[in-house]
């Protein structure tokens, strides 16, 4: 999966994402709070089986470095 798949998905289930693109840094968009860090947390576990934390949310600066946390096949 590519990651303009991922961010699709991700777009899909996190409001905040809408209009975002790849290279988008995450404290950019309007939204970005603590309950998006959920959302996503929730959608990546939900639709890849992966457990993150909080904290690699946090350390995440752009919409790219969130995707490269879920592996592609």
Known sequence: MKQTDLLIALQSDVDCFSGATI??????LPRW???SILLVISH?????KIILSGQQIRECRTVRDLLNLI???
């Open 71 to 73: 592996p592609t096949l």
């Open 44 to 48: 990546i576990e939900a639709n890849y």
């Open 33 to 35: 709070d603590s309950l």
């Open 23 to 28: 290279d988008t840094p995450l404290e950019s």
